[in-house]
């Protein structure tokens, strides 16, 4: 069963693929560091809205969304051409790792993804939701050596995890010669334990610039995080 989801300026229509709109993929899509122009790409986009959310807050020249399960690509494909940006978007049906085979090193100015987490543990019964939702189909190693590949020397990679994994990817980063750059720990509380880690790598060495972001607070939505997410949830 298709659902929608209305943004300020697009729509997101599933069509039944693997991963609903979720609070995740929002806070990452306001939270990343995206470039003005350049090219812009979106690994396992889903039904699109990493790429729309860029779109909307750039004037990227291209922004490339990757999808291997082909419900999601037409889902995708479908919410770019209703979008006010469907001249920059583009979206491929493909393994990340075998669209890297035929794409060159050091090309891509920055890498959006929410990316498989679990581990182990029962996958889900449909096979589109477990394949994004477990890193069977893209383990962090490959997702490292991916990014490591494909960024320019001063583009950056943005992501969201469980806080656990979250911190597990950003020692393993360093093996691949990829530092982070900016961190941002989420609550959905202040009295609740961390819940998602929002992460940006780059090349360059430098110190973590570190934040925390609580989503609720006294029983309504927090002021940062409606500051954050304001130009796309429709009621913020």
């Known amino acids: 069963m298709s659902r929608s989801f209305n943004f300020k300026q697009f729509t997101i229509n599933d069509h039944g693929c693997g991963m609903p709109i979720s609070t995740d993929g929002v806070l990452l899509g306001a939270w990343a560091t995206l470039p003005q122009q350049g090219h812009i790409i979106d690994i396992g986009t889903g039904s699109g809205l990493l790429a729309l959310m860029a779109a909307q807050r750039t004037q990227a020249t291209t922004i490339t969304a990757i999808e291997l399960d082909p419900t999601a690509a037409i889902a995708a494909t479908s919410n770019f051409g209703l979008s006010p940006w469907h001249h920059r978007l583009h ?46 189909s893209l383990n962090h190693q490959q997702l490292l ?68 972001l609580c989503i609720h607070s006294a029983g309504s939505y927090s002021s940062d995080f409606i500051k954050l997410t304001k130009d796309f949830y429709l009621k913020m």
């Open 145 to 212: 050596t991916t990014i490591s590949y494909l960024l320019t020397p001063h583009g950056n990679a943005n992501l969201i995890l469980p806080a656990y994994e979250g911190q597990q990817l950003i020692t393993q980063a360093l093996d691949y010669g990829l530092y982070c750059q900016r961190r941002c720990d989420v609550r959905t509380t202040e009295h609740k334990p961390l819940m998602r880690t929002l992460i940006q790598l780059s090349k360059n060495c430098s110190i973590t610039e570190q934040h925390q």
């Open 91 to 136: 979206c491929i049906e493909d393994n990340i790792i075998d669209w890297c085979q035929r794409t060159p090193a050091a090309t891509i100015d920055s890498i959006i993804c929410n990316p498989p987490y679990f581990n182990a543990g029962q996958q889900a019964q449909l096979q589109h939701r477990a394949t994004a939702r477990h890193t069977d």
